[in-house]
T-cell receptor
Framework: GDSVTQMEGPVTLSEEAFLTINCTYT??????LFWYVQYPGEGLQLLLKATKADDKGSNKGFEATYRKETTSFHLEKGSVQVSDSAVYFCALSGSGGGFKTIFGAGTRLFVKA | EADIYQTPRYLVIGTGKKITLECSQTMGHDKMYWYQQDPGMELHLIHY???????EKGDLSSESTVSRIRTEHFPLTLESARPSHTSQYLCASSERFMNTEAFFGQGTRLTVV
């Protein structure tokens, strides 16, 4: 079945460091791919998305490119801030799993001042 | 900002009590979901609905039940709470199409003592 695998955390970085959180997926069909972010004590909110191969989603300095050849959707940011500390979830929707969104296990990011 | 609301935000209740977690959305979304989030952050789908009078069990078995009498309302009920039900519960909704993003409420943190 469809699945999403993302790198285990926690990831601890200093402010202004470069961030990469790896995400790979297994899916039948042509899913849309998402990154969601969860700040402490909150629900998830959409960070960015890509709906087809080679699309790049971007928001708030974060970027991810839909790579069909490597089945990947890695999240990157050039310079992280303390306020980026949160849990990040990679997800897919619209594949063989039907309407359901499939989430990765989440990666916790800590950014130190 | 997402228009999906959960109440209460926090609930501490004794074993054996009946509880209902409320979830409402004002976006007219057909699809709604309940997730249970464990301390390790992973999301587990416990219930979902395609629309009014439609409810299905999710991937994780749960003793809770749900109803969908109105499009905007998707309450979750536990007839007899137990300490094993202690968790974070997240409600979400999305449009009827397969590849669309999910909008999440802020969550209810339930503690059963």
């Amino acid at each position: 079945g469809d699945s999403v695998t993302q790198m285990e955390g926690p990831v601890t970085l200093s402010e202004e460091a470069f961030l990469t959180i790896n995400c790979t997926y297994t899916a039948t069909g042509y899913p849309s791919l998402f990154w969601y972010v969860q700040y402490p004590g909150e629900g998830l909110q959409l960070l960015l998305k890509a709906t087809k191969a080679d699309d790049k989603g971007s928001n708030k300095g974060f970027e991810a490119t839909y790579r069909k050849e490597t089945t990947s959707f890695h999240l990157e940011k050039g310079s992280v801030q303390v306020s980026d500390s949160a849990v990040y979830f990679c997800a897919l929707s619209g594949s063989g799993g039907g309407f359901k969104t499939i989430f990765g296990a989440g990666t916790r990011l800590f950014v130190k001042a | 900002e997402a228009d999906i609301y959960q109440t209460p935000r926090y609930l501490v209740i004794g074993t054996g009590k009946k509880i209902t977690l409320e979830c409402s959305q004002t976006m007219g979304h057909d699809k709604m979901y309940w997730y249970q989030q464990d301390p390790g952050m992973e999301l587990h789908l416990i219930h979902y609905s395609y629309g009014v009078n439609s409810t299905e069990k999710g991937d994780l078995s749960s003793e809770s039940t749900v109803s969908r009498i109105r499009t905007e309302h998707f309450p979750l009920t536990l007839e007899s709470a137990r300490p094993s039900h202690t968790s974070q519960y997240l409600c979400a909704s999305s449009e009827r199409f397969m590849n669309t993003e999910a909008f999440f409420g802020q969550g209810t943190r339930l503690t059963v003592v």
